[in-house]
């Protein structure tokens, strides 16, 4: 199972981006999804999470700025963030549970990271 995020770059504050996280390989479902992020010498953090059923959640921080949704016929999980801050920056990183065979275990996988500035 591979994870290719895409969709970061630089944005002025107030400005608005949307990543996009596309699964590919061979599995049976894709459980969970969460975008999370790690800043500038800080720890890896939740920014937001849907599972299959489409219920979500949010780091307090971001409620009401970002929306998560997921495209189950293409794999896929988009993150839109709006009124982005300058504390907004950092790695982002795409995350999902998926299960690779009907009675097999379920698994985490991480995409490889975009980046997301934040600055005027």
């Known amino acids: 199972v591979q994870l290719q995020a895409s969709g970061g770059g630089l944005v002025q504050p107030g400005g608005s981006l949307r990543l996009s996280c596309a699964a590919s390989?061979?599995?049976?479902?894709?459980?969970?999804l969460g975008w999370y992020r790690q800043p500038p010498g800080k720890q890896r953090e939740l920014v937001a999470g849907?599972?299959?059923?489409?219920?979500?959640n949010y780091a307090d921080s971001v409620q009401g700025r970002f929306t998560i949704s997921r495209d189950n016929a293409k794999n896929t999980v988009y993150l839109q963030m709006d009124s982005l801050k300058p504390e907004d920056t950092a790695v982002y990183y795409c995350?999902?549970?998926?299960?690779?065979?009907?009675?097999?275990?379920?698994?985490?996988?991480w995409g490889q990271g975009t980046q997301v500035t934040v600055s005027s």
């Open positions: 849907i599972t299959s059923g489409g219920s979500t």
């Open positions: 995350n999902a549970e998926v299960r690779v065979g009907m009675y097999k275990p379920i698994y985490s996988y």
């Open positions: 390989g061979s599995f049976f479902s894709i459980n969970r």
